[in-house]
């Protein structure tokens, strides 16, 4: 690629030290077009961000809050490295999350009184994981079967479990009695236990212990293996007898029980019932905390504690400053564009093209 | 600049000075040489692919580009197609110094060239890939002239081609002519051929260079780029030789004969014949018995084919790229299941076992590809290594890894094999093509397989990678496995089988003892014509 | 006798609203044919209809002039590719993740925008704006059913169905029709005869958001006459997937539109009529289809060879 007298030439080896630059150069130019936004609304740009740096750490509760808005964020994150890994383009984290929220309130509904504590508590974890991994294994089976494009697929599953929870939320499962689209309010056996005295709920902690499973998965196991060596070369893991469709299946039963997991941790640790908004676009903005975090758990982690921020900040952005907490969603957007962007850097150097005489 | 006669072009300038010539670097009669190539670099990162080369091209000659794989021929000829800008050096075309941005600049000035990997469009038809970018007026597709106009040359030239098959259902030798007739249709003063005869049987061969003689005959000049000396020394008027980038030296080919011509290649004396020691073949090892394979349109890949290599025994597959063995390779491996018949590896049947069992019972794969079909490149070298023993002891237990017995292997194999890098966390790809090679043979030798079976084992590979690979499998022929070994390279195969078959269109043509059967004989078979 | 008129009354109205519904599905997928003819997959679709969907929306209300705002969806459209062009044509970055961040960037700006544009609005008090009346056809917009049904329509949606043999004859007929399809089978082919394959994928891209962009616009400017943050509601994924049942080509893309458009419309119906039936399996009834139209197009005959592919001249 050519500019004038510059062009780009392979760089030999990428350090760390280039890598971490990228990423800041990225949230740089990302904030920097975020400025931009925000004098639109003629709010003073400096106000705005310290007011969103303020809402997210400025106290012990702001950051404890912060830290909740980003579990679910760990959770679908860690799913989109799984399957990311693989090169299987998930992008039914949202669906799977509803998925496992569903079922997550399903047994908080129905088994409320057969099981009790720790038990109850499992079993609505459980219930929730393996409701997201059978949400995508459908999305699975299309493709391994029929050779189905798995983007469009698991997008469609997205809206279509959104009905399917629609219809259930104005029948057999809504609050006696009320207008809205809703589930009564779970019994308090149901609820995981928080912490600190405040909303920090187990959840975060099973989003930290996931991410350890997820690396030693990944990094550590012959499966991890097998899961790298598909997206890197499929063709190759073909001829060296991995199962291509064997290992799809797993990597969408992984990424859609992890997907699941946030759902259910958002239903049993925060919101105590069911409804058509529990969630903020989570499953995507897991495909954006996934690439920033470089598809590695550590990363991944980082990267959702940043948008918890985000999202946490935001709201006291808009009550002071009066910038709309939309611009949140923006700024995800842009983020990861000059993140791509920014790769480039990693993988290329700047030449100047020697003149032929 | 469309040029509807070529022939002209050469005749009425030759022997007339040219105008305008700022080539003062030229002391011979101006007037016969048509390029010019002064001190040429180019640099690809580390690599200096081109280093201060110069040399010459006659108006109606044809010239030589000899050297042996990773030589930096086919770099030079990009440099002179436009595709690379040099970093050093100037280039004169028919008296004056042009610099060449594009391949639009090649073309305009009346340079073709013919890739080594074709660049055709298959579900197009040939006249379609012939008038890509050569309409300059009008928005309207005007097909009908342009047919007649190939149809024409076709005829002159003595091309059986069918213009209005899509380049798909052509064979390859016949998109090879469509290549060609791409240059000669907008009218070319220099064609070059980038390794033209590798993918072709002799007779192909023959018919491309009568023709490329009838061309040069008519005033075109040639540039054929080879790193097959006999070849060379049969269709050339001079050879310029390069060796690691560098210019070894032009000669007149009636001068030279092909040792000294292969020393200049390789700085060495080359054996031409390996030293391959009389071995009795032993039992059975591999046998195919009836196989036949069909692709999704239900036709034959494979037809009924019956093989059987032993032991001691190395068995050479010749045959023209893309009739069956790809499809033998990979049913041999276990990646396509039969339609019928069987596949037995040491007597049992292999029916029932997936790539991975076939593997441990002592089958070992050399795929065709060795980028694409055999390695990781983004992953380190170890990890390459590891590629299909990756879930089992003793790199692995109960599903985990095992870093040291992993790392261990790699350090042997590394040795073993002098593969040339640090250590095993090198990323594979920055490995060159005789070390990715061996990077294979390390990993699918490791478990002393009993039968192995190599898909074109040294393509790609400079003279020093193809020796070691010759000799790594001369030392498994002995040792007693039995190799079938796949190639498109007919001095490859004579040399080292003790047994030679034939393939055309997913059938066995015949099976000969290596020493009761002539190349001629070999050719007709690969071009499907028996006796 | 009343059974049947409303039987013919039914299918009227049940062919019209499969144009209706049917217009920026078609719009965006003939945009989106032309881009991954040119090799390039553009996965932000959706994100691009969104803010079309919103630009057309707003313009059209501070100018009061639709056909500015359509003028102005579509050079949103265009700007947003135009990005999607830089990431994958020029920088080379992975077509499916470029994809994917162009959807959240623009269903990111559009919310945003929206907020700021109108500060002060609740679900009580949404800005509207009048739309665009439907164009009838004289004469022939008096036949009976046909008439109403296929010429008297809005003028984007004439403009879509002609828009079909426009580009048929386009990419099977013109030069660089010739060319855009061959740089979708095999970019060098064409580099090496010295054609810029770039530029080419640069038009491709932008043309194809252009026509996302305007088919946001029909949806804001001629359908609802408000905005809301999720207008598109999965649109843009299904345009891409009806290039995929096209089969890569125009007439049959217009065909797999259409009946999507059908069945959309069968459900809006079949709610009018008002039959026992939980309403939410007819509004899944476009996405299960899209799934099912994917699943049996499995072997994608007509998917260019190097579609997704970044094109490298240099292979190191």
């Known amino acids: 690629m050519k500019i004038g007298t510059l062009h780009l030439e392979k760089r030999t080896h990428v350090s760390w030290y280039v890598q971490g630059f990228s990423i800041l150069i990225a949230l740089a130019g990302a904030f920097g077009v975020g400025a931009l936004l925000i004098m639109t609304t003629g709010a003073s740009v400096g106000e705005a961000y310290a007011a969103l740096f303020k809402g997210a750490f400025g106290s012990r509760n702001a950051f404890l809050e912060t830290l909740v808005q980003s579990t679910p964020l760990i959770l679908t994150g860690l799913a989109m490295v799984v399957a990311f890994r693989a090169r299987v383009w998930n992008i039914g984290a949202e669906g799977q999350f509803f998925a496992g929220a569903m079922a997550a309130a399903w047994v908080s509904m129905t088994l409320h009184d057969d099981l009790s504590g720790p038990l109850l508590l499992a079993a609505v974890l459980v219930a929730a994981m393996l409701a997201g991994a059978c949400w995508a294994m459908i999305a699975a089976y299309c493709k391994i079967r029929f050779n189905a494009n798995i983007i469009i697929v698991t997008v469609m599953m997205n809206y279509i479990i959104l009905f399917l929870l629609s219809y259930l939320l104005s029948n057999t499962w809504r609050e006696p009695g009320s207008y809205f689209m809703q589930t009564a309010r779970f019994e308090r056996i149901t609820y995981l236990p928080r912490f600190f005295s405040s909303r920090l709920h187990l959840g975060f902690f099973n989003a930290l212990i996931a991410s350890v499973l997820v690396y030693v998965l990944v990094w550590k196991t012959s499966l991890g293996y097998s899961i790298r060596a598909v997206g890197v070369n499929p063709v190759a893991s073909q001829f060296k007898g991995i199962q291509i469709k064997r290992t799809i299946l797993t990597v969408m039963l992984i990424s859609g029980a992890l997907a699941g997991l946030a759902g259910g941790g958002e239903i049993a640790g925060l919101q105590h019932r069911l409804r058509l908004d529990i969630s903020t676009g989570y499953g995507y903005t897991g495909i954006i905390i996934a690439l920033l975090g470089r598809l590695n758990p550590v990363g991944v982690a980082l990267a959702a504690i940043f948008f918890g921020a985000l999202v946490n900040g935001s709201t006291h952005m808009q009550i002071f400053t009066g910038v709309p907490v939309a611009l949140v969603q923006s700024l995800q957007g842009i983020v990861l564009i000059f993140l791509l962007m920014s790769d480039v850097l990693t993988r290329y150097r700047i030449r100047r093209t020697p003149h032929a005489d | 600049m469309t040029n509807p006669n070529p022939r002209d072009t050469g005749r009425a300038e030759q022997g007339s000075a040219l105008s305008g010539a700022p080539d003062t670097g030229c002391e011979k009669e101006v007037s016969s040489i048509l390029l010019r190539v002064d001190d040429l670099s180019k640099r690809f990162g580390a690599v200096q692919a081109n280093d201060h080369v110069s040399f010459e091209v006659r108006k109606g000659e044809i010239h030589c580009l000899l050297g042996e794989n990773g030589a930096g021929k086919s770099t030079m000829a990009e440099c002179l197609y436009g595709t690379y800008q040099p970093d050093g050096g100037s280039i004169y075309f028919k008296g004056r110094q042009i610099r060449l941005t594009s391949p639009r600049d090649a073309i305009n000035l009346g340079i073709g060239m013919v890739h080594q990997h074709f660049v055709l469009v298959p579900p197009m038809n040939v006249i379609e890939n012939i008038i890509i970018g050569t309409q300059k007026k009008g928005l309207f597709l005007r097909t009908e002239e342009a047919e007649k106009k190939i149809q024409r040359l076709c005829d002159e030239y003595g091309i059986d081609l069918d213009i209005h098959a899509p380049i798909k259902e052509l064979s390859v030798s016949q998109q090879q002519w469509t290549e060609i007739l791409k240059a000669l249709y907008v009218g070319v003063d220099l064609l070059i051929l980038d390794e033209p005869t590798a993918v072709l049987t002799p007779q192909e061969i023959m018919a491309l260079f009568r023709t490329v003689k009838k061309m040069a005959e008519q005033g075109l000049s040639v540039i054929l780029i080879t790193h097959k000396f006999s070849e060379v020394l049969e269709v050339s008027d001079r050879i310029t030789v390069l060796r690691k980038g560098k210019l070894i030296g032009t000669v007149e080919t009636r001068s030279i004969n092909d040792r000294e011509l292969a020393r200049m290649m390789v700085g060495r004396d080359v054996i031409f014949r390996v030293e391959k020691e009389e071995v009795k073949p032993g039992e059975l090892v591999l046998e195919l018995d009836g196989v036949t394979l069909r692709n999704s349109q239900k036709m034959k890949k494979l037809d009924n084919i019956h093989l059987q290599i032993r032991r001691h025994e190395i068995l050479g597959l010749a045959g023209v790229g893309g009739n069956g063995q790809r499809s033998l390779y990979n049913a041999i491996i276990g990646i396509s299941p039969l339609d019928e018949g069987r596949i037995l590896l040491c007597e049992e049947d292999l029916a029932k076992k997936s790539v991975a069992d076939r593997m441990m019972a002592c089958l070992a794969g050399i795929p065709e590809d060795r980028i694409k079909q055999g390695l990781l490149m983004d992953f380190s070298v170890k990890e390459s290594l590891l590629l299909g023993r990756h879930n089992r002891p003793p790199f692995s237990r109960f599903g985990w890894l095992c870093k040291k017995k992993i790392r261990e292997f790699a350090e042997r194999s590394i040795a073993n094999y002098e593969i040339a890098v640090q250590n095993g966390d090198v990323r594979t790809g920055t490995l060159s093509g005789g070390n990715l090679q061996k990077v294979i043979l390390a990993r699918e030798l490791a478990h002393d397989p009993c039968c192995v079976v190599a898909s074109q084992p040294t393509r790609g590979l400079d003279v020093g990678a193809i020796e070691y690979v010759h000799r790594r499998l001369l030392d498994l022929r002995r040792e007693g496995a039995g190799i079938l070994l796949i190639s498109e390279d007919l001095d490859e195969l004579f040399n080292l089988s003790d047994r030679l078959a034939v393939i055309y269109k997913g059938r066995i043509m015949g099976v000969f003892d290596v020493n009761d059967v002539t190349r001629e004989k070999v050719g007709l078979l690969m071009a499907g014509i028996s006796e | ?316």
Request: charged share 10%.
């Open chain 3, 1 to 316: 006798m009343l059974t049947d008129l409303l039987t013919l009354n039914f299918l009227e109205s049940l062919l019209s609203g499969m144009m209706r519904i049917s217009t920026p599905l078609l719009l965006a997928a003939l945009g989106e044919l032309i881009t991954e003819r040119g090799g390039v997959l553009n996965l932000g679709v959706e994100g691009t209809m969104l803010v079309g969907a919103f630009t057309g929306f707003v313009v059209s209300f501070y100018t009061g002039n639709l056909y500015v705002g359509i003028c102005a969806a579509m050079v949103a459209g265009g700007l947003l590719s135009l990005l999607m062009a830089f990431m994958t044509c020029t920088l080379k970055l992975d077509q499916i993740v470029s994809g994917l961040a162009l959807n959240i960037f623009g269903g990111g700006l559009a919310f945003y925008g929206y907020r700021v544009a109108f500060q002060n609005v609740g679900s009580k008090n949404l800005p509207t704006i009048t739309t665009f009346d439907q164009v009838s056809i004289p004469v022939l917009s008096k036949i009976p059913v046909i008439g109403p049904v296929f010429f008297d329509q809005h003028l984007l949606t004439y403009v879509a169905i002609l828009l079909v043999p426009l580009l048929a004859w386009f990419l099977y007929k013109t030069v660089p029709g010739l060319t855009l399809r061959c740089i979708g089978e095999n970019p060098r082919a064409v580099d090496m005869r010295g054609i810029g394959v770039v530029r080419y994928q640069y038009g491709a891209v932008m043309f194809g958001g252009m026509m996302s962009g305007l088919a946001g616009a029909y949806l804001t400017e001629a359908a609802a006459g408000l905005f809301v943050p999720d207008i598109a509601a999965g649109r843009g994924w299904i345009a891409i997937a009806i290039v995929i049942f096209g089969g890569w080509r125009p007439i049959p893309i217009l065909f797999a539109a259409l009946f999507f458009g059908l069945l959309d419309s069968f459900q809006l119906q079949v709610q009018g009529i008002g039959i026992r039936f939980p309403y939410q399996i007819l509004l899944a009834l476009p996405y299960v289809l899209t799934i099912l139209a994917i699943v049996l197009r499995g072997t994608r005959t007509g998917e260019p060879i190097s579609l997704g592919i970044p094109y490298l001249r240099e292979k190191s």
